[in-house]
Every structure is written in structure tokens, then in C-alpha cells.
């Protein structure tokens, strides 16, 4: 996500590497990735051919595609709650009755928030945070019929993850403690939203989910176990951790009743980065508990976890689900700011029946496949099959799709130009989700907050 308020943006830093061109080395990885899912039966080997200019300058598309906009920053929530907030980021569609959609969609304002979430009473946590989520009920024809504040008073919602009753987990990407930049409580925790009805959650911190700068989740749907990512930009990095509920798979609220926070250990692995061989495994992977998962006194990333330490990474981002296993990404490590070596991206997959690790994809230069864009970001399933990827660096900024077969196809581009006629400047795409009978692509423009709703043949 845009890392405001940090020294480099990553365009600049893979710069600096002489990575700008940047592709992704597999080994049968896309194929793996998809593996037992429903996407792997018609997996995409095709694009949708050249992007159209769009006349009113907003959103480029291939022939066939249209677009609505469902929901702009600034404009009035039709619950009169206040205006809709801005940066908008991670997102997820769920199904509705009688073919609705409910989309939640998360809002990245830290402190200095131009647009905050608006307070609603029973739904705020902290009233000086600005960040939160706002909620979207669409109609079969992609109408919206309510918008609504679904969290507030949280900060730097970037990402999350859905799970599997229905519910969205928003994760704040901050450690920031109470007395820090007006804040009236501590920060950096998981916050579960029902986009249905977001009074059924309220705004309860998920504590024992750890305090950390959160990232993504996902949800083992047969185990309950929740992974979860930590987006550490400087050393020593996040750290990969899993969640062990109380009560597992019970439902809305179950995750209030506690569990054991535990950290993955790769033994003789103390940073991924040091990892660059595509099909590398790692058996008997190790999860040790968090000393303290609430990081009262220490950062959990400098918590002594023994003589044996434990495993770091550079940037952990996205986090899903699929087949059996659950993936997550580490965007980018550079030896300047401390990795053990230099990548560009790598996908990682973790089985937890086999406690087996492997290294399945590796974004960098010269490689099998290349990305005509840079510094991909979210990363969503396509109903055709392959994957959608979000684009946010410098210049134009394109949601691209990769094929099974490792063909990369731009499936959309950004024309709202946020710089000046000089000096032109997109923002970036987030949040790519898929309505749950796949017929529609929701995305979101980061600024200005714009969600969309693309339409086609995307079962061509």
C-alpha cells in the first residue's frame, strides 16, 4: 500500500537496484497456486485484447468492458453519516439476499487523514483515529441501494482478509500507542466487520491477534487457524505468524474469545530474503509462541524468542488462501536496508498438513515472465483463472492480469491524473475483489478514493 510518510516510495527503491523491470521466475508456481481451486477448472491462457482510451477520461478497459462508479471521496454517504473518506485500499465482496453484494472497503488514513472515516456511535473505537471501513450493499445490477460507516476511529486500515462466515477482518498498519499523534488508544490490532450489519461487530479489538503493523490475513477454512502478515519496511522485519482461536470456525465474535499468537521459525532460515531458488522447501517448519502478543513494552519483532531466534522478512504484504495452503508475499528486500539479499517480490506457500514451506514465485529482472509494470500490490483470483494484479508505483498505474501460462495482460488502466497537465501523476489500484458469481470486478482508485465496477465476458 502507498507507504506514506516513508523516506522512498518502492518505484525509487528498485530503482536504486536497477530493478525496473521487473518479472516473475517460476517453476510451475501459477499452476501450484491454483491448484484444487475452482478458478484451476478454467484457468485463463488469454487477455482480453488492447485497452480502449475511455472518452470521459477515467478508466481505460479492453473491448467489451464497461465500468460504474460506485462510490467517490468527498461525495455524502447515503446513510448521512457524513462524506465518503479517502484512500481507499483493501477490499472484499461477500453475497447478499436475493443477489446482493455487500462490499467492505478499507480506509488507509493515518493521523493526517484529508478525508477521515466518519464517528458513528457504537461503531467507533478511538475517535481520534482516522482511518475505518465503509460498507456498500450493491443490487443485482450493480446499483448501490446503502453506503454506510462500517468502523471508525481505527488507523491505517490498509488490508485484511475475508473468512469463511462472512465476515471481514481489517488490519491496522501501525504500532502506534496512545499519546502518539492524538491518538487516545493503542493501535495495530484486527478489528472484525460484519458488512451486513456492521452493529453486530461494533469496534472490538481482536487483541490476542497481536499488536503489530498488520497487514493481511487468511482464514485455514477447515482448521480455523488465521495467518497473518506483518509489513515491517525497516529492520529487523515482520515476522509470519498464525493464530490458533479458542474457538475455532465458530463464527461472528468467535475470535473475541482469545487464543495463542504463534511465529513461524525456519530453521536455519533467519531472513526468506536469502532465499532465491524457485521450488525450494522447507520441511518441519516451527511455530513458536509470541512472548507478548500485545507488545506492552517491546515491539514483537524484537521479542527474544530464544537461543534459536526466528524468521524474518522484508515487507510481507498479501496473504490468501488456496487449495490446501496459504501464500503470502514478501514485496521486495534489499541488502541496503539490512535483507540478507535482493528480490523484487516472492510468493511463498505454507501446508500446514505437510509443515512444509516452498518458494513458489520470485518477481525480479530476467526472468520467465515479465510484468510490464512495476510494484504490484494486491493480488486477487480471476474467475477466467490466473490472477489480477494491482499496480502502484510512478506513472501510469494498470491493473494487470497473469495467465496460468505466465502471459501478462493489462486488464485496466487509470486516467485520473491527481498531478498536473506537467507533470502527470495516477494513482494507484487496490483492493481488486470479484463479486461472488465472478460477473463483476470491483476495484478501487487509492486517490482520488474511487470504487469501481468493471463488467465484460470475463467467462470468455
Request: charged residues 20%; contains cysteine; negative net charge.
Amino acid at each position: 500500500m502507498t507507504p506514506s510518510g516513508r523516506s522512498a516510495t518502492r518505484r525509487q527503491m528498485l530503482a536504486g537496484t536497477g530493478a525496473l523491470g521487473v518479472g516473475i521466475a517460476f517453476s510451475g508456481a501459477l499452476s501450484e497456486l491454483f491448484t484444487g481451486t475452482a478458478a484451476a477448472q478454467g484457468m485463463g491462457r488469454t487477455g482480453y485484447g488492447p485497452l480502449v482510451p475511455d472518452p470521459k477520461g477515467v478508466l481505460d478497459l479492453p473491448k467489451g468492458f464497461g465500468y460504474r462508479i460506485l462510490s467517490r471521496e468527498g461525495d455524502q454517504l447515503r446513510s448521512g453519516e457524513g462524506a465518503v473518506p479517502s484512500n481507499h485500499d483493501g477490499m472484499s465482496a461477500f453475497p447478499g439476499r436475493g443477489g446482493r453484494v455487500h462490499l467492505i472497503r478499507n480506509h488507509e488514513n493515518r493521523a493526517d487523514g484529508r478525508a477521515p472515516v466518519p464517528t458513528v456511535e457504537g461503531l467507533t473505537y478511538d475517535p481520534a483515529g482516522k482511518g475505518g471501513c465503509t460498507a456498500l450493499t450493491l443490487d443485482s445490477r450493480n446499483r448501490v441501494r446503502s453506503e454506510r460507516v462500517a468502523i471508525a476511529g481505527t488507523a491505517v486500515n490498509c488490508a485484511g482478509g475475508p473468512t469463511p462466515w462472512d465476515t471481514w477482518l481489517t488490519c491496522e498498519e501501525t504500532e502506534d500507542r496512545a499519546g502518539t499523534n492524538g491518538y487516545t488508544k493503542d493501535h495495530g490490532f484486527i478489528f472484525e466487520v460484519d458488512p451486513a450489519d456492521p452493529h453486530r461487530t461494533g469496534a472490538v479489538p481482536l487483541t490476542a491477534m497481536g499488536r503489530f503493523a498488520h497487514e493481511a490475513i487468511a482464514v485455514d477454512p477447515r482448521r480455523g487457524v488465521v495467518y497473518e502478515t506483518e509489513d515491517a519496511f525497516e529492520k529487523p522485519f515482520g515476522l509470519f505468524y498464525r493464530f490458533l482461536p479458542d474457538r475455532p470456525l465458530g463464527g461472528r465474535g468467535s475470535l473475541r474469545a482469545g487464543g495463542r499468537l504463534q511465529a513461524m521459525r525456519v530453521p536455519g532460515v533467519p531472513d526468506l530474503s536469502s532465499i532465491q531458488d524457485v521450488g525450494a522447501e522447507f520441511d518441519h517448519i516451527e511455530w513458536v509462541d509470541v512472548p507478548d502478543p500485545q507488545a506492552a513494552q517491546t515491539p514483537i519483532r524484537f521479542q527474544d524468542f530464544g537461543r534459536k531466534g526466528i524468521t524474518h522478512a522484508q515487507k510481507l504484504e498479501g496473504c490468501y488462501w488456496g487449495g490446501r495452503s496459504v501464500y503470502f508475499v514478501s514485496s521486495f528486500a534489499r541488502r541496503s536496508d539490512g535483507s540478507a539479499a535482493d528480490h523484487f517480490g516472492q510468493v511463498w506457500r505454507y501446508d500446514p498438513e505437510r509443515r512444509r514451506l516452498t518458494l513458489v514465485i520470485v518477481f525480479g529482472p530476467d526472468t520467465d515472465v515479465q510484468l510490464p509494470g512495476e510494484s504490484p500490490d494486491n493480488i486477487c483470483l480471476a474467475p477466467s483463472g490466473g490472477l489480477m494484479v494491482c499496480e502502484d508505483g510512478n506513472g501510469a498505474q494498470h491493473v494487470f492480469g497473469v495467465t496460468r501460462r505466465g502471459q501478462v495482460y493489462a486488464m485496466a488502466r487509470n486516467r485520473q491524473n491527481i498531478g498536473t497537465p506537467e507533470e502527470p501523476e495516477w494513482g494507484e489500484f487496490a483492493g481488486v475483489t470479484f463479486s461472488p458469481d465472478g460477473d463483476t470486478m470491483y476495484v478501487n482508485c487509492y486517490t482520488p478514493g474511487t470504487t469501481f465496477a468493471v463488467t465484460g465476458p470475463w467467462h470468455r
